[in-house]
């Protein structure tokens, strides 16, 4: 469990997971997206966000903000984190997605309903922050200026002319308001991502910081600006401002269990999928910003994989299975497979179980153009990776051909799958690691390594682990349909229904 610090009062945490990650592909997929990757740092990029924030908050004032696909997928994932076992966590979907000006507005009208003097901090789910004490300090001094009425945003201090990113241009500091070293500002605009020539000279300036796409405010006060951003009209982005607003109240006040019915989809539906800073930020008069002093990266790209190694004497990085002879600024990423490399120069390689990527660097940006390609054509490695993991551990897919497929399962101790059924399939476990409880039908047994046990077609089966050690254990699935979604669930630890 994670140490609780002193925490913000009336401080909740609304953390924006709804994203697929499309320009991480092959790493990233719908249904386990660039926040559930644990290459940086070991853990998840959202297990970090959730661990950072989590020690300002009070109990029940953590909410991951996702859709339908992602609810359970992100609730299994994090739920399957030693660290946050028992935390109490709220996954709330919104209705379809419709960028973050729809977003946030939902979840401020939520927050709303349930306390009128709620504050919100917004944080992306998939980013890399530094902790420590100038973070604590950074969002401390951020909710106290939304308590006075502001929009605040977190302008990182850019340390090079980077041209990814978009920038906050900083004003004067707003009296009374500073902790530390940390002082509020007003802002005098935000800047698109520049060319390089501009990121030099906003890095020379010095009053320029990076956007770091977080927002602290009170949740009423979000609500009220896209009411005033939609009267002025100032912009084509701000003009629906007062639209969002209702129906964020609309579907707020009817609870967030009718938010995946066909009328609320259609109203969130119908609402301009723009971004925040557009919508509001960008037009009100009330924003100000904390500059921050923290190492920080967006991970926008699979040109954050550089960041993973030092280049070596040619400027490759070479992360995982990789031979490499005579290439030049070369990214290669294998997370299992040995890759080798030949005289390339300035490409990108990731390799993983079941697909490979090899672009041009300066291409990074559009790798979301071949997964639109690859959705055309109804490849279902858009979807998912050959791995997943459960609240009560995980399992794999090795290999799956017509009327059979393969999995290694491990459960971890003390934990069991939901009591379940399938109606298509029938199952085949074979145990290497471990002591396994099969229930078939009510009756339990006891499997050992190098012993199995058969669940036929419509048995109502569990597996569980009551030991203090990893199960492992070997499935062969024979049947005409294979998919997850082949289960009658009749119990479950979680409480949940589908797979």
Not at 159 to 181: L, Q, S
Not at 242 to 252: G, S, T, Y
Not at 305 to 318: F, S
Not at 344 to 363: C, E, F, H, Q
């Given at each position: 469990?994670?140490?609780?610090?002193?925490?913000?009062?009336?401080?909740?945490?609304?953390?924006?997971?709804?994203?697929?990650?499309?320009?991480?592909?092959?790493?990233?997929?719908?249904?386990?997206?660039?926040?559930?990757?644990?290459?940086?740092?070991?853990?998840?990029?959202?297990?970090?966000?959730?661990?950072?924030?989590?020690?300002?908050?009070?109990?029940?004032?953590?909410?991951?903000?996702?859709?339908?696909?992602?609810?359970?997928?992100?609730?299994?994932?994090?739920?399957?984190?030693?660290?946050?076992?028992?935390?109490?966590?709220?996954?709330?979907?919104?209705?379809?997605?419709?960028?973050?000006?729809?977003?946030?507005?939902?979840?401020?009208?939520?927050?709303?309903?349930?306390?009128?003097?709620?504050?919100?901090?917004?944080?992306?789910?998939?980013?890399?922050?530094?902790?420590?004490?100038?973070?604590?300090?950074?969002?401390?001094?951020?909710?106290?200026?939304?308590?006075?009425?502001?929009?605040?945003?977190?302008?990182?201090?850019?340390?090079?002319?980077?041209?990814?990113?978009?920038?906050?241009?900083?004003?004067?500091?707003?009296?009374?308001?500073?902790?530390?070293?940390?002082?509020?500002?007003?802002?005098?605009?935000?800047?698109?991502?520049?060319?390089?020539?501009?990121?030099?000279?906003?890095?020379?300036?010095?009053?320029?910081l990076w956007n770091s796409g977080m927002l602290v405010a009170?949740?009423?006060?979000?609500?009220?600006?896209?009411?005033?951003?939609?009267?002025?009209?100032?912009?084509?982005?701000?003009?629906?401002?007062?639209?969002?607003?209702?129906?964020?109240?609309?579907?707020?006040?009817?609870?967030?269990?009718?938010?995946?019915?066909?009328?609320?989809?259609?109203?969130?539906?119908?609402?301009?999928?723009?971004?925040?800073?557009?919508?509001?930020?960008?037009?009100?008069?009330?924003?100000?910003?904390?500059?921050?002093?923290?190492?920080?990266?967006?991970?926008?790209?699979?040109?954050?994989?550089?960041?993973?190694?030092?280049?070596?004497?040619?400027?490759?990085?070479?992360?995982?299975?990789?031979?490499?002879?005579?290439?030049?600024?070369?990214?290669?990423?294998?997370?299992?497979?040995?890759?080798?490399?030949?005289?390339?120069?300035?490409?990108?390689?990731?390799?993983?179980?079941?697909?490979?990527?090899?672009?041009?660097?300066?291409?990074?940006?559009?790798?979301?153009?071949?997964?639109?390609?690859?959705?055309?054509?109804?490849?279902?490695?858009?979807?998912?990776?050959?791995?997943?993991?459960?609240?009560?551990?995980?399992?794999?897919?090795?290999?799956?051909?017509?009327?059979?497929?393969?999995?290694?399962?491990?459960?971890?101790?003390?934990?069991?799958?939901?009591?379940?059924?399938?109606?298509?399939?029938?199952?085949?476990?074979?145990?290497?690691?471990?002591?396994a409880i099969v229930e078939r039908d009510g009756?339990?047994?006891?499997?050992?390594?190098?012993?199995?046990?058969?669940?036929?077609?419509?048995?109502?089966?569990?597996?569980?682990?009551?030991?203090?050690?990893?199960?492992?254990?070997?499935?062969?699935?024979?049947?005409?349909?294979?998919?997850?979604?082949?289960?009658?669930?009749?119990?479950?630890?979680?409480?949940?229904?589908?797979?």
């Open positions: 469990m994670i140490d609780q610090e002193e925490p913000i009062q009336d401080l909740h945490a609304i953390i924006l997971a709804g994203g697929s990650g499309a320009r991480f592909w092959p790493l990233s997929r719908e249904l386990s997206p660039k926040q559930m990757l644990s290459i940086f740092g070991g853990v998840s990029l959202i297990t970090q966000a959730v661990r950072r924030i989590r020690p300002l908050l009070k109990d029940s004032c953590l909410h991951v903000l996702t859709n339908e696909a992602l609810r359970d997928e992100l609730r299994n994932h994090l739920t399957a984190q030693e660290e946050l076992v028992g935390l109490d966590m709220e996954f709330l979907a919104e209705p379809t997605p419709r960028n973050t000006a729809p977003a946030i507005a939902l979840a401020a009208a939520y927050l709303v309903a349930q306390d009128p003097d709620a504050l919100m901090i917004v944080l992306p789910s998939d980013h890399l922050l530094q902790d420590g004490d100038v973070w604590r300090d950074t969002i401390a001094l951020a909710s106290d200026l939304a308590r006075d009425g502001r929009l605040v945003t977190v302008g990182l201090s850019p340390d090079r002319p980077e041209t990814g990113y978009g920038y906050i241009h900083a004003g004067d500091a707003i009296d009374g308001f500073e902790r530390g070293a940390s002082r509020g500002h007003s802002v005098v605009e935000f800047v698109e991502k520049p060319d390089y020539a501009t990121a030099e000279r906003f890095l020379a300036q010095g009053c320029y009170r949740a009423s006060v979000i609500l009220d600006e896209l009411v005033a951003a939609g009267a002025a009209a100032a912009t084509p982005d701000s003009e629906n401002g007062a639209q969002i607003a209702r129906v964020a109240r609309e579907l707020a006040a009817a609870g967030p269990a009718s938010w995946n019915t066909d009328a609320a989809r259609n109203a969130f539906a119908s609402l301009p999928a723009v971004p925040f800073d557009k919508a509001v930020l960008e037009v009100s008069a009330r924003v100000a910003v904390v500059p921050a002093q923290l190492e920080w990266s967006d991970v926008g790209s699979l040109l954050a994989l550089a960041d993973l190694d030092a280049p070596d004497e040619r400027g490759n990085v070479l992360v995982g299975n990789i031979t490499d002879i005579d290439s030049h600024d070369v990214i290669a990423y294998s997370a299992d497979r040995l890759v080798a490399t030949l005289g390339l120069k300035d490409l990108i390689v990731v390799d993983t179980a079941d697909a490979t990527l090899i672009a041009d660097r300066s291409r990074a940006q559009d790798v979301r153009g071949i997964v639109d390609a690859l959705k055309a054509s109804g490849n279902p490695e858009v979807v998912s990776s050959r791995e997943s993991l459960r609240p009560w551990g995980s399992w794999t897919l090795h290999m799956k051909a017509p009327g059979f497929q393969i999995k290694s399962i491990v459960v971890r101790p003390g934990h069991r799958l939901s009591l379940q059924s399938h109606t298509q399939r029938s199952e085949h476990w074979v145990v290497v690691e471990g002591t009756v339990a047994m006891t499997v050992a390594a190098n012993e199995s046990a058969y669940i036929p077609i419509g048995c109502r089966h569990r597996l569980s682990n009551t030991s203090d050690e990893s199960l492992r254990v070997i499935e062969v699935a024979v049947g005409d349909y294979l998919g997850e979604d082949d289960i009658v669930r009749y119990e479950d630890d979680w409480g949940r229904e589908g797979n």
